[in-house]
């Protein structure tokens, strides 16, 4: 077999001198790529399975999923109610259109409704390298729908699983790949495991998910030497529809991304198991089995009825920035000190917590978001995103030496606020490339929260600002005696003020945050004048 004027010897498996064959095209293409899954299956219209699932499992894994599709279904939480499968040619120019201009690293094989389709999917990968193929035989869904009749069993057993790298049978489709044998144990998924390897499939995963009797969710994994017995905790929930689909591309989207097989096995079992627990609770639908989120998003998206708007720069108004170490010597909790600064009239809160466990941090975090939420208030964290995210926070303040903003952008997605400490116009200008909302500027002045920090004073607040094309919050040593001159500078740009012991190192929150929101609404009404 020649590829790019080397032959490849016979000794080779499959496997291999499609490895070889994919490393030579890369090679040529200039190296590294994205990781690529293309998926051949059915649509689902309710989008519980199939290439729906696909498409959301490969986006939550970091993995790009282009798709070829071979049926569509008419099917929703109460079953499925038709099935038109698309004719064999026009598969043929899908999987030619895919393959023949982008360089898919996996193919995950989903529902093939006829024997001309299979072998059209055979002739591509005949044609086209890719680095690894992924079978889930779907024959029969989770609910119970036939999807695809006998006919083309023996094409599968035969033709098909010899080519694969990987078979991922539920107990029904191990059955009936083997002629109908009972599967009521977890030794008679090895036994029928050790048949399915011997078809040809390089590894095979037998889902014990319908295995009567179990406590546990059991699969069985056989690469042809060695069984492994994955066991997880069987969720009680009904949303389960497109379990399959979503475990296979998961497998599909690990191997993409250079992972072994069987940690690729592993990291799936998991990534399904988190997705059921987040979802077990939700409803959509009025069938007996409903659609689980790929995403792990549904149940934090309800919340977002609290801010009303995107991010909005008068929110920067008066900026409260938390200290845990004067609250504590004033004997008060976050909570109660975030709630009075609320009530005073602070426009924004970030959170700060430099020395406390993240456990701590995240409850912290949760308990006052609650609190910003029914005031309609942002609430940001510095620095920690993993907080951010864990909490559902409206978003992050970074510094210079934290991660970049436009990686914190591509964390917490378009919807969340991000903000980003500058100094000189060259960050400001960097912030802004990097898809931040507003800078925060300074220290204007000399500040006890942050030791060894240069100040920039007035002149250097008012040329960040001129040249910024976000807007800016001023930051360091600002308090009652300084934060109008600050605000009656009427620089562009210019928002508000951000402050820490001016509102928090006092006995009253709540009375030097309302008296600092007047001062403030003076000056800016002054400058506004002027």
């Excluded at 399975?49 to 599709?69: E, F, H, P």
């Excluded at 928002?495 to 012991?501: E, F, L, W």
Aim: hydrophobic share 40%; glycine share 10%.
């Amino acid at each position: 077999m020649a590829c790019g004027g080397v032959i490849l010897s016979n000794s080779l498996s499959f496997y291999q001198k499609r490895i070889v064959m994919s490393s030579r095209v890369q090679e040529k293409n200039g190296g590294a790529s994205i990781p690529h899954v293309l998926s051949v299956a059915g649509s689902d219209s309710g989008a519980g399975a199939g290439i729906q699932a696909d498409l959301k499992t490969c986006a939550a894994r970091g993995v790009y999923c282009s798709t070829v599709i071979t049926a569509v279904t008419a099917q929703n939480t109460v079953g499925v109610q038709s099935v038109h499968a698309v004719p064999e040619d026009f598969v043929a120019q899908q999987l030619k259109s895919v393959l023949s201009d982008m360089q898919v690293d996996v193919v995950k094989s989903g529902m093939l409704p006829s024997v001309g389709v299979v072998k059209v999917l055979l002739q591509s990968l005949a044609e086209f390298s890719v680095r690894a193929l992924v079978v889930d035989p779907v024959m029969v869904s989770t609910s119970g729908d036939v999807l695809a009749g006998p006919s083309i069993l023996s094409t599968f057993r035969e033709e098909l699983l010899p080519m694969a790298d990987i078979v991922t049978p539920n107990i029904k489709e191990a059955s009936a790949l083997l002629g109908g044998i009972r599967l009521e144990t977890v030794a008679d998924m090895r036994t029928a495991a050790e048949l399915l390897h011997a078809l040809g499939p390089r590894n095979v995963l037998v889902k014990g998910g319908d295995l009567p009797g179990s406590l546990d969710a059991v699969d069985i994994f056989f690469n042809g030497e060695h069984f492994y017995e994955l066991r997880s905790s069987r969720i009680k929930t009904h949303n389960t529809h497109g379990t399959g689909c979503t475990l296979a591309s998961c497998i599909a989207a690990e191997l993409a991304k250079g992972s072994p097989m069987l940690t690729a096995v592993r990291v799936a079992k998991r990534y399904v198991e988190t997705a059921l627990e987040y979802s077990k609770d939700i409803l959509i639908g009025n069938g007996i089995q409903g659609p689980f989120d790929h995403l792990l998003r549904l149940k934090s998206g309800s919340h977002s009825f609290h801010r009303k708007d995107a991010f909005n720069p008068s929110d920067l108004f008066l900026y409260a920035v938390t200290d845990s170490g004067m609250n504590k010597k004033w004997g008060r909790s976050m909570v109660d000190a975030v709630a009075e600064a609320i009530q005073g009239g602070a426009t924004i809160v970030q959170l700060r917590e430099k020395d406390v466990e993240t456990r701590d941090f995240l409850e912290t975090a949760k308990s006052c978001l609650a609190v910003c939420r029914s005031h309609g208030v942002p609430l940001l964290i510095n620095d920690r995103i993993d907080v951010a995210l864990a909490s559902d926070a409206d978003g992050v303040h970074v510094g210079q030496s934290d991660m970049p903003a436009t990686v914190a952008r591509t964390l917490l997605g378009p919807e969340k606020i991000i903000g980003v400490s500058c100094k000189t116009v060259e960050q400001a200008q960097q912030a802004w490339i990097g898809g931040a909302d507003y800078i925060g500027c300074g220290g204007v002045y000399s500040t006890n929260t942050k030791a060894n920090n240069p100040t920039i004073g007035l002149d250097g607040l008012k040329t960040v600002c001129s040249a910024s094309k976000l807007p800016v919050v001023a930051i360091g040593g600002i308090n009652a005696s300084n934060a109008g001159t600050v605000m009656g500078m009427g620089v562009p740009n210019l928002k508000g003020v951000a402050v820490v012991s001016a509102l928090f190192d006092r006995e009253n929150v709540l009375a030097e945050t309302k008296k600092l929101h007047a001062l403030l609404m003076e000056a800016s009404s002054s400058s506004k004048m002027q």
